[in-house]
Each structure stands twice: as structure tokens, then as C-alpha cells.
């Protein structure tokens, strides 16, 4: 079992003893080989001890069953006034365990926030697959087929509310073939479509803002290369299957082609 194939999904189920034996053995032994989802296992493990400390714990009076079948039994002769008051103690009592458990969630993710950032960027990792592949299968492949960077550069510009760089780097051999506007980390962000012989690569990129992914640069996903890097205040991940080496390359020349240009300082006689 790998990672990509659910064990994360399966943590919560597994810390609960909720899976089956196999499945239960399975996820396991995929721990005891995954530091990160041992990691993540130990957060949820920690979080469980957190809540039987801080929750509160009340014991059923002596009686109460027998109080409950004699109550089932008898027909209720209800009263408007009562019948409110045990509504509004009900709300009440819900409302506040709404709020401790509001409050043990808050202080577990900002004494453990690396659970909320891995999250993210597993969401963010699977829906960037998810889009480069229906977009080279399905399509549309591009909102706008254009090589020319100024034209895509303007028509993103209307979409978006900020106006993305658009890199020409057909003399390296990846050659621009257009845009489109993606949904991505819950915003509109601007993607560019190359082409390198017969290979599709998707660049996605949009304000980084104040998030600050941890994140290694390169990794595999399914049939695919991934690449991120953050470089002139923008969030950048490019996805397609190229092999490992010309994803470097690619991701390198896209990266020097966003880096703000070095001004000279005029020499001083």
C-alpha cells in the first residue's frame, strides 16, 4: 500500500479501529515503512488523548433507565411551558459543546499546523492531475490557442485579477500553445499550456499572498511529474509526463524566466 493509494483517507478509520482485519493489517504495515503518515497517525492519536482530557465527562444517575422505560410507557401529558424550557436547555447544552470542541480543534491545528499545510497540498497535488489530465483527454485543452505571449498575457489579464508573466521558451523547445482559467485552491488561477515534442505540461500559477507551502520541489504522482517552486510572489506547479530530467529542465527555465530582472547600477566616475 502506498500513499497514493488512500492509506491517508484510511488513518482516521484505522486510529477509530474501525477497519477491517486485512485492511487493518494493510495500513499497518504501510505505517511502520511512511514516516509521514506514522507522522500524521501519531497527530491523530494525539488529538483523540486531547479530547477525552479536555471534553467532559458526566456518569448516568442510578435509575435513569428505569426512569426512560417508565416515561416510554406512560402517554406524556406535555406542557407548553416545560416542553420549551427542555428545548431551550437542550440548544443550549449543544451549543455549548459546539463550542469546546470548536476550541480543542483551534488549539490542536495551531499546535500541529503542518496537518492543515499537508492536507492542502495533497488537495492541490490531485486536483492539478485531475485538471491536466481531463484538459490533454477531454479537453478543452486551452480557453485561448495562441504562441503569442502578449495575447495570452492580456486575455488572462481580463480574467484574473492579477496579470501572470507568460514565459516564451519556444527556442528551448517548449513551445506555447495557449491558456485557460482553472479553479484551484478554491480561486480562479492562471494555466499555461506547453507543448514539447509529442508532451502536453500544464503550468499553473497565482499570488502566493501570505501562504508559504513546505513542499519538495519535485515529486511523482500516478503517471506524472510534479514540480513547485514559489518565485515572484507566485505559487507555481507545473504537471505533465515528461520524464524526471526534462521536468528540471523545464521547471528551471520557467523559474530564471520569472525572476525579477537585475537592474545595473551605473558606474560612478
Same mark, same amino acid.
Given at each position: 500500500?502506498?500513499?497514493?493509494?488512500?492509506?491517508?483517507?484510511?488513518?482516521?478509520?484505522? #486510529?477509530?479501529?474501525?477497519?477491517?482485519?486485512?485492511?487493518?493489517?494493510?495500513?499497518?504495515?504501510?505505517?511502520?515503512?511512511?514516516?509521514?503518515?506514522?507522522?500524521?497517525?501519531?497527530?491523530?492519536?494525539?488529538?483523540?488523548? &486531547?479530547?477525552?482530557?479536555?471534553?467532559?465527562?458526566?456518569?448516568?444517575?442510578?435509575?435513569?433507565?428505569?426512569?426512560?422505560?417508565?416515561?416510554?410507557?406512560?402517554? !406524556?401529558?406535555?406542557?407548553?411551558?416545560?416542553?420549551?424550557?427542555?428545548?431551550?436547555?437542550?440548544?443550549? /447544552?449543544?451549543?455549548?459543546?459546539?463550542?469546546?470542541?470548536?476550541?480543542?480543534?483551534?488549539?490542536?491545528?495551531? /499546535?500541529?499546523?503542518?496537518?492543515?499545510?499537508?492536507?492542502?497540498? /495533497?488537495?492541490?497535488?490531485?486536483?492539478? #492531475?485531475? &485538471?491536466?489530465?481531463?484538459?490533454?483527454?477531454?479537453?478543452?485543452?486551452?480557453?485561448?490557442?495562441?504562441?503569442?505571449?502578449?495575447?495570452?498575457?492580456?486575455?488572462?489579464?481580463?480574467?484574473?485579477?492579477?496579470?501572470?508573466?507568460?514565459?516564451?521558451?519556444?527556442?528551448?523547445?517548449?513551445?506555447?500553445?495557449?491558456?485557460?482559467?482553472?479553479?484551484?485552491?478554491?480561486?480562479? #488561477?492562471?494555466?499555461?499550456?506547453?507543448?514539447?515534442?509529442?508532451?502536453?505540461?500544464?503550468?499553473?500559477?497565482? !499570488? /502566493?499572498?501570505?501562504?508559504?507551502?513546505?513542499?519538495?520541489?519535485?515529486?511523482?504522482?500516478?503517471?506524472?511529474?510534479?514540480?513547485?517552486?514559489?518565485?515572484?510572489?507566485?505559487?507555481?506547479?507545473? #504537471?505533465?509526463?515528461?520524464?524526471?530530467?526534462?521536468?528540471?529542465?523545464?521547471?528551471? &527555465?520557467?523559474?530564471?524566466?520569472?525572476?525579477?530582472?537585475?537592474?545595473?547600477?551605473?558606474?560612478?566616475?
Amino acid at each position: 500500500m502506498h500513499c497514493n493509494d488512500n492509506a491517508r483517507e484510511l488513518l482516521h478509520a484505522f #486510529v477509530d479501529g474501525q477497519l477491517d482485519s486485512a485492511t487493518h493489517h494493510q495500513v499497518e504495515k504501510h505505517l511502520a515503512q511512511c514516516e509521514e503518515c506514522a507522522r500524521e497517525r501519531d497527530a491523530l492519536l494525539a488529538l483523540h488523548e &486531547l479530547l477525552q482530557q479536555k471534553m467532559p465527562y458526566h456518569k448516568a444517575p442510578v435509575g435513569l433507565a428505569e426512569r426512560i422505560k417508565l416515561a416510554a410507557e406512560t402517554p !406524556p401529558v406535555l406542557e407548553r411551558p416545560k416542553v420549551f424550557r427542555r428545548r431551550a436547555m437542550a440548544l443550549a /447544552a449543544a451549543a455549548v459543546i459546539f463550542i469546546c470542541l470548536c476550541r480543542v480543534y483551534f488549539e490542536f491545528h495551531r /499546535a500541529h499546523p503542518e496537518i492543515g499545510t499537508r492536507q492542502q497540498i /495533497a488537495t492541490i497535488e490531485h486536483d492539478i #492531475v485531475a &485538471l491536466h489530465q481531463q484538459g490533454a483527454s477531454q479537453g478543452p485543452l486551452v480557453d485561448l490557442a495562441s504562441s503569442d505571449p502578449q495575447t495570452i498575457q492580456r486575455f488572462l489579464a481580463e480574467k484574473l485579477s492579477y496579470k501572470p508573466v507568460v514565459p516564451d521558451l519556444a527556442r528551448d523547445g517548449f513551445v506555447l500553445a495557449g491558456a485557460r482559467v482553472s479553479h484551484l485552491d478554491r480561486k480562479d #488561477v492562471a494555466t499555461l499550456i506547453y507543448r514539447h515534442n509529442q508532451h502536453v505540461i500544464s503550468f499553473f500559477l497565482w !499570488p /502566493a499572498g501570505e501562504s508559504n507551502y513546505r513542499h519538495e520541489r519535485y515529486r511523482a504522482e500516478q503517471s506524472y511529474q510534479l514540480a513547485y517552486w514559489a518565485a515572484g510572489g507566485m505559487h507555481c506547479w507545473l #504537471v505533465s509526463d515528461l520524464d524526471a530530467q526534462e521536468t528540471k529542465v523545464f521547471a528551471g &527555465l520557467l523559474e530564471k524566466s520569472l525572476e525579477p530582472p537585475v537592474t545595473q547600477q551605473p558606474a560612478q566616475s
